[in-house]
């Protein structure tokens, strides 16, 4: 149910003026009836290429480590976990329900259910609101929620017509009737069957897509490869400044201890230039160093109840306040979520783009991000596609995304989401603001948005 806005309603029109005031005095999202819900903190694992230091682990190996950090982190007593909840997207087929075997090897108790999710990019945003939507109904008062992606190590099949003689094999009684179905073995069977970073509706890839989206939105390789530029000298300069506070270090087994991301290269203009179009040949923009690259890694987030927070004695880092999940046509807007999303978000929570100190968006690539912000930017836009009279705005670039992004961190599909609610919330805390932001798209035409607001300190 919708709850009632504690303001008049011609205040949803805000002038420009309204706004300053609004932002000035800072009222905050409390709803009545409603419980208030926190993240008391949350941690990653250092976000890691595919294929280094993680590519002999399991998915369920890295997830543990990053609950074993979350435990260390906040001392919170296992017992006291009423549910935990994993995103993942390319699933062990020995572990499908990753978030239970994760639990059990971080020494969680067994009497604590879990159960994982699956929402493409948005699989962690998704176990984190189920989370909150557990404690708001009064189900649970702590959850932990998080995510993890192994793109080191896939499932990769049998083509359907050898595991159809090997199952029909396993049935046949007689010797007969084996030979009679080895007889029908060809070659071609062996075919394997890889998993692709594609749409089942449309057969095409992300990246496919993504180009395509930054012609349509007139976004030039230029200004592709110089947004990719910023996100990684933003996150290098994070990741020296000791503010990516949440990544805790990983004694990987049989290796060394992992204490940060290793995807962040700041290249320059001129290199990035040279690189060939990924996607589109011979003329697309979407290259390998504009594009988010496959990752391993996990994150992890404890949500309480307000109330049970502090009981516990506590200091929570920030509330989860509205959100709101959309979804579009999976050819032509996979990844405008966080277009259709914000606006959506925004008028939920009485709230205007000039409230908002800081903006998380996931960065899948460069020209999603550009498009995102020139649909956001587009009157046109909003009247044909959005019904809405107005744009719905840009997100300041000295607000958006200042520690880095996917771009440059790293975007293991299942816990990025996680990784933008944590680091909206530091960033709320270091740079003394009280609204974040976060938003991001997902396959299948997807996207969500969230609005996060600082506890005060």
Not at 197 to 224: I, K, N, P, W, Y
Not at 325 to 332: E, F, G, H, I, R
Request: contains cysteine; hydrophobic residues 40%.
């Amino acid at each position: 149910a919708t709850v009632e806005l504690t303001y008049p309603p011609e205040c949803l029109s805000v002038t420009s003026k309204l706004a300053t005031v609004q932002t000035k005095t800072k009222k905050t999202l409390t709803k009545p009836n409603i419980r208030n819900i926190v993240v008391v903190d949350g941690v990653r694992t250092p976000f890691l290429l595919s294929g280094t230091s993680y590519k002999d682990l399991m998915p369920h190996d890295v997830a543990r480590a990053a609950l074993t950090g979350l435990l260390h982190r906040t001392s919170v007593p296992k017992e006291v976990v009423d549910y935990i909840i994993f995103g993942t997207v390319i699933q062990e087929v020995k572990t499908s329900n990753v978030a239970r075997e994760a639990a059990l090897g971080a020494g969680f108790s067994d009497k604590t259910p879990a159960h994982t999710v699956t929402m493409a990019c948005i699989s962690a945003n998704q176990a984190m609101t189920t989370g909150v939507g557990l404690i708001a109904s009064g189900q649970c008062d702590v959850v932990v929620a998080g995510g993890v992606e192994l793109m080191s190590d896939i499932p990769i099949r049998h083509s359907r017509k050898m595991r159809k003689l090997m199952l029909d094999l396993n049935k046949a009684k007689s010797v007969g009737q084996r030979l009679s179905l080895i007889s029908k073995f060809r070659l071609n069977f062996l075919a394997p069957e890889l998993p692709a970073v594609a749409e089942f509706s449309t057969s095409e890839t992300m990246g496919h897509s993504a180009d395509r989206l930054a012609a349509a939105f007139a976004v030039s390789r230029l200004e592709q490869d110089e947004y990719a530029l910023r996100s990684h000298s933003l996150a290098k300069k994070a990741q020296d400044e000791g503010l990516l506070s949440d990544v805790v270090p990983f004694k990987v087994p049989g290796k060394d201890t992992v204490t940060k991301d290793n995807g962040i290269r700041p290249s320059s203009l001129e290199q990035m230039a040279k690189l060939k179009p990924a996607f589109i040949r011979p003329y697309g923009t979407v290259t390998a160093a504009n594009s988010s690259f496959l990752t391993d890694g996990a994150s992890a987030v404890l949500i309480m109840a307000e109330e049970k927070a502090l009981a516990m004695g506590y200091k929570p880092k920030a509330y989860l306040r509205d959100f709101m999940y959309v979804s579009q046509d999976p050819k032509d807007q996979l990844l405008l979520g966080p277009t259709y999303a914000t606006p959506k978000v925004l008028e939920k929570a009485g709230l205007t783009m000039n409230d908002i100190d800081a903006f998380e968006f996931h960065e899948a690539f460069s020209g999603q991000i550009l498009a995102n912000f020139k649909a956001m930017d587009s009157d046109w836009f909003a009247q044909n596609y959005m019904g809405r009279k107005t744009k719905v705005g840009l997100p300041p670039l000295e607000k958006f995304n200042n520690w880095g992004g996917s771009l440059s961190l790293g975007h293991p599909f299942g816990a990025t989401g996680c990784r933008l609610v944590m680091t909206a919330a530091n960033r709320l805390r270091k740079e003394g603001g009280q609204y974040g932001l976060v938003a991001a798209c997902a396959a299948g035409g997807q996207g969500h948005a969230m609005i996060v607001e600082a506890y005060p300190k």
